[in-house]
T-cell receptor, first 112, second 111 residues
Framework: SQTIHQWPATLVQPVGSPLSLECTVE??????LYWYRQAAGRGLQLLFY??????ISSEVPQNLSASRPQDRQFILSSKKLLLSDSGFYLC???????????FGDGTRLSIL | AQTVTQSQPEMSVQEAETVTLSCTYD???????LFWYKQPPSRQMILVIR??????QNATENRFSVNFQKAAKSFSLKISDSQLGDTAMYFC????????FGAGTRLTVKP
C-alpha cells in the first residue's frame, strides 16, 4: 500500500519569506499528485496537480508554484509569502486512471 | 463546470442514532465517481466510502452507506449507530478527470 510523507507538519513564516513544502510517496509508481489548500473551517481548494515528472497543472493563479523533480516527489514553493497564504496544505496521491485520492497528514502554515 | 454542494454546514446527532449528510452535484458527464471523506480534528483526510456512477447498487461500508440518486444528482451519506469517533468534517467529492470537493459538513456526535 502507498504511504505519503509530508513535511513539515507545522510551519510559521514571516510575510515575504520563501516557502518549500515537500511531499514524497512510497509504494506506488507514476502516481498522480495533488496539492490542496484548506482555509480554517473550509473545504479543499485544488492548487496544482501533476500526472508525471515535470508536468504541472495550475488550478488557481497565485504566488505559489509546484514542481515534480522525481516521480514520487512533489514540492510546493513560493518566493514571497503573503498573509493570505496561511492555511492547511494537503498533498494527495492517486493511481493512474480513475482512482480515489489518498492524503498526507498535511502542513499547517501560519504567516505572521 | 462540475460542482459539489453540501447544504448542511453543521449537524449534530446523539450517540447510537442515525444521521444523514446530504450532497448534490452537477455534471454533464455520465460516468464518474463519488466519494465521502472524513476529516477528524487531527485533520487527516480519510476515505470513507466510494460509489461508481454506473453501479445502481448503493455502496455500504460497515455503519456507513450511501443513497445514490443519479437522476437527481444526489449522493447522501448515512451513518448508523453513530459513535463519538465519528465527530469530524465530512466532505463529499466528485471525480471525473480530477477531484472536486464540497465545502464540508461538520458533524458532532453527542454523548
Amino acid at each position: 500500500s502507498q504511504t505519503i510523507h509530508q513535511w513539515p507538519a507545522t510551519l510559521v513564516q514571516p510575510v515575504g519569506s520563501p516557502l518549500s513544502l515537500e511531499c514524497t510517496v512510497e509504494g506506488t509508481s507514476n502516481p498522480n499528485l495533488y496539492w490542496y489548500r484548506q482555509a480554517a473551517g473550509r473545504g479543499l481548494q485544488l492548487l496544482f496537480y501533476s500526472v508525471g515528472i515535470g508536468q504541472i497543472s495550475s488550478e488557481v493563479p497565485q504566488n505559489l508554484s509546484a514542481s515534480r523533480p522525481q516521480d514520487r516527489q512533489f514540492i510546493l514553493s513560493s518566493k514571497k509569502l503573503l498573509l493570505s497564504d496561511s492555511g492547511f496544505y494537503l498533498c494527495a496521491v492517486s493511481g493512474t486512471g480513475v482512482q480515489p485520492q489518498h492524503f498526507g497528514d498535511g502542513t499547517r502554515l501560519s504567516i505572521l | 463546470a462540475q460542482t459539489v454542494t453540501q447544504s448542511q454546514p453543521e449537524m449534530s446527532v446523539q450517540e447510537a442514532e442515525t444521521v444523514t449528510l446530504s450532497c448534490t452535484y452537477d455534471t454533464s458527464e455520465s460516468n464518474y465517481y463519488l466519494f465521502w471523506y472524513k476529516q477528524p480534528p487531527s485533520r487527516q483526510m480519510i476515505l470513507v466510502i466510494r460509489q461508481e456512477a454506473y453501479k445502481q447498487q448503493n455502496a455500504t461500508e460497515n455503519r456507513f452507506s450511501v443513497n445514490f440518486q443519479k437522476a437527481a444528482k444526489s449522493f447522501s451519506l448515512k451513518i448508523s449507530d453513530s459513535q463519538l469517533g465519528d465527530t469530524a468534517m465530512y466532505f463529499c467529492a466528485f471525480l471525473v478527470n480530477d477531484m472536486r470537493f464540497g465545502a464540508g459538513t461538520r458533524l458532532t456526535v453527542k454523548p
